[in-house]
């Protein structure tokens, strides 16, 4: 195939270094290709006095930014968002920006921003979203995210302490396999094909066509009755649309292993055996978006970054090392709180969010991943790199980042790149089919241990069709290498797969809500990530609902109506 001809050729030229180059932008405001900005013209003409409103994207009309003086006579900027971005634009109002304009086919909002109602006053409140004009309009505002005592650690040994990376790998060493869960395997005569409107059932061997596996740590109740056939699918019984299945390594069709073998390795006695536990969503239900963490993933230059590409008159890849004026919240709006179904972790941070080895370290000053939120580019996104986006019609696309795709940035809503791709679909064939670097531990950009040692808890994504829908997938591997991975989800015919994080729980993240009277009840895939949830008052709260989160992530909110197929 030429594709795999062209690949190859990349491959061998990981030895080129391609010289840097220049930084897209000094901030993330002027890194906004598409923005509009308004300036307010002060009496006699002066514009320098005025206020400086931009839309930093006008085709969603999400986010903006206010610049205005304060009584100083300093500039001050604010994040601001329009809950309805569909039905709402905002406007300048006054020269000086002390009141603005919200139009919606409603009718018109004129509101005030001086006095009890100023931004300098609702900048001083401890929330992450302050409501302006009657909850028409939004301020954000950064505040410390939630993490873990795991987190802490990891973050002050890798920051503070010199060879705190290497004190990182020695103990995801000893701890490769501490998740690794193993399902009780019988027989059961009243085998049930997939539910109606569900994923495709997986292709499994023989041996395991009415093979039930019995999991106990699996925390989302299903319509199932005692254990799970392998490789199917049942209703979750928290949200209508979302489907769960558990399968193995052993479990996946021989056909399958036996096809691509120059792509992955062969698959070890521990991996093959460790349990994995998929959730599937309808897509016609429910609508997706992104949102950052408070502190991760970051914008400086990763560790990783060749030297050359980390020239020190570069603040970041893209120049600048921080998202000022922009605030980011680590949390759902909480306009979005009462239809979320479903929460999961995005990817790596930005310390492992960059090629070391390869030819990716060695061209677009490493290739840092890539992410939007709202339309507003955070990370220039990568030709080559896999790429969960989704546009302004609310539509969800996974694949290989492509100069075309570029074309249309102005219209993507949500994006986020997390390394290359586990499986696509190959032209030729229909196939679903490994990527090319699934068993390249450096080019690839896999993580896990110095010495390559590939197998850790891992979590994926990948899209699939069955029946004319459209199925987002998540997977949880309590064990697994890319080549596992890419072999499940081939499993499960999926038409892209792509890495999400790894080497904890509370990195893998995944919890389905369901309103039960005033409380949100809270479901993970697996029973011991609530471990990851806040706690306030003695009682746990959702993660990423209740309280600003350091790391980014995704959620699924339960359309209206169902999106046509």
Known sequence: MLLALLASATLRAEDAIEAPHAPAARSVVELQAFRQTTRGRMAGGDEEAGAVLTDLNPVMHAWYVLEVGDADGKRVAYHLQLPQPDRQRLLLDSADGASVLITSPDGDLHCELRGDNSLAVAATRKLPYVPLCDGKLYLRRRLRGAETSLESVVEFLRDKVWGGEQIVDAVKARLQDAEREVGAIATRADAQ??????????????????????????????????????????????????????????????????????????????????????????????????????????????????????????????????????????????????????????????????????????????????????????????????????????????????????????????????????????????????????????????????????????????????????MLIYAYFSTATPSVMARVFQAYDCDYAMLLDMNALVHTYLALYRQQDRDVAIEHVVRDMSQGDPVLHGAPVPRFLATPDNRDFFYLTRRAAPRAP
């Not at 699918?233 to 390594?249: D, L």
């Not at 970051?298 to 893209?318: C, K, L, M, T």
């Not at 939120?373 to 220039?380: N, T």
């Not at 896999?386 to 100069?403: C, F, I, N, P, R």
């Open 193 to 470: 094909g997939t539910v109606r409107d569900g994923p495709r059932a997986a292709r499994v061997a023989p041996q395991f066509a009415d093979a039930a596996i019995a999991s106990e740590r699996l925390g989302i109740e299903v319509d199932a009755p005692g254990s799970m056939l392998t490789g199917r699918w049942y209703p979750a019984r928290a949200q209508a649309g979302v489907y769960v299945s558990v399968m193995e390594g052993d479990a996946v069709a021989p056909e399958i292993l036996e096809r691509n073998l120059g792509s992955v390795n062969a698959l070890d006695a521990v991996e093959r055996s460790a349990l994995v536990y998929l959730v599937a969503f309808d897509l016609e239900q429910f609508d997706m978006a992104f949102t950052m963490g408070t502190d991760h993933p970051r914008v400086d230059w990763s560790p990783r970054a060749f030297a050359p590409h980390a020239s020190s008159d570069w603040a970041g890849p893209d120049g600048f090392a921080t998202l000022s004026p922009l605030a980011m919240t680590g949390m759902v709006p909480p306009w979005q709180t009462a239809r979320t179904a479903a929460t999961f972790i995005g990817g790596f941070k930005r310390d492992h969010g960059a090629f070391k080895y390869g030819a990716f370290s060695r061209s677009d000053n490493g290739n840092h991943y890539g992410f939007v939120e709202e339309g507003v580019v955070l990370s220039s996104l990568k030709t080559g790199l896999a790429t969960l986006y989704v546009l302004v019609d609310g539509s969800v696309h996974m694949g290989t980042w492509t100069e075309r795709d570029a074309r249309k940035l102005e219209l993507v809503r949500y994006a986020r790149q997390n390394g290359v791709a586990l499986v696509e679909r190959d032209h030729d064939s229909g196939e679903s089919v490994p990527g090319l670097l699934v068993n390249r531990w450096g080019p690839g950009n896999w993580s896990g241990s110095s010495e390559s040692s590939l197998r850790a808890l891992r979590s994926g994504l990948c899209m699939a069709r069955h029946a004319g829908r459209s």
